[in-house]
């Protein structure tokens, strides 16, 4: 392997840059999609209920105790939607208040779901033109060395053209297992994006049927200790 880096040349120091972030940045994405993946319809459902209950605070403490989007969703709604309460505002200036609220939120959970997901696409992109960057130097060394010797003869280009393919096939290999794993890590994103979304609706839909004179009125009682969502 060593012998194979020299022989590409110093092209295959970007390259193995490239391999190593790359790398870098699928092993901590795998790491957080692990922590994050929990049972979101089970802890959406315990939320409403909670909710439903007036239990805000029992609430508060299930989801600061749950990872992932969703629940980092449902703190930011819940908290408001106590401020709320506490101030003693309204059923629709509630609900429009928890809405808004998420809305804002979503925008910097989106944000963490994605973090690094550029650094992976421009390894995709960079790898193959380093590759190829490779193979033209690798091509104008194999000339350089024909001009010189006045003459063509293999054992002359052999370096170059040597250079010029390893670089290549070092670009594809780094580049490929990349573009997999942006791929599924894109298609995870937009699940989580859309089990945000249901699941903002969800807690909308529970806010608009509750007993509001229930929520208020339990609102100030003592928080209990919360159960914690099994991971899926």
């Known amino acids: 392997m060593w012998e194979m880096l020299i022989k ?10 490239c391999s190593i972030v790359g790398l870098g940045v699928i092993i901590e994405r795998f790491r957080y999609l692990k922590e994050i993946d929990i049972d979101t319809e089970a ?12 239990r805000l605070r029992e609430a ?13 969703i449902f703190s930011v709604a819940i908290r408001k939607l106590q401020f709320l309460v506490d101030l003693g ?22 944000a963490e779901l994605e973090r690094y997901l550029v650094v992976l696409a421009t390894v995709i992109s960079a790898a193959p033109m380093f590759g190829f960057l490779g193979t ?3 091509m104008i ?17 052999a370096s170059g053209i040597a250079e010029a393919l390893i670089t290549t096939a070092a ?28 699941s903002a609706a969800h807690l909308v839909e529970v806010l608009s049927a509750s007993d509001f004179s229930r929520i208020v009125e339990q609102a ?13």
């Open 89 to 110: 505002k309204d059923p629709e200036q509630v609900e429009e208040g928890v809405v808004k609220a998420m809305e804002d939120h979503a925008i910097h959970v989106v």
């Open 171 to 198: 670009g594809l290999i780094i580049a490929l297992p990349c573009q997999f794993a942006y791929n599924y890590f894109t298609n995870r994103v937009q699940t989580s994006v859309l089990q945000i979304e249901e």
């Open 8 to 17: 590409g040349g110093p092209t295959m120091v970007p390259l193995m840059i």
């Open 141 to 157: 060394n194999a000339f350089e060395a024909i001009a010189r010797a006045g003459g063509m003869e293999a054992s002359l280009v």
């Open 43 to 54: 802890f959406r459902s315990k939320i409403g209920a909670l909710v439903q209950a007036g």
């Open 60 to 72: 508060i403490l299930l989801v600061e105790s749950t990872p992932g989007p969703v629940a980092s």
């Open 220 to 232: 100030g009682s003592a928080p209990a200790e919360p159960q914690a969502v099994a991971a899926s």
């Open 136 to 138: 033209v130097t690798g």
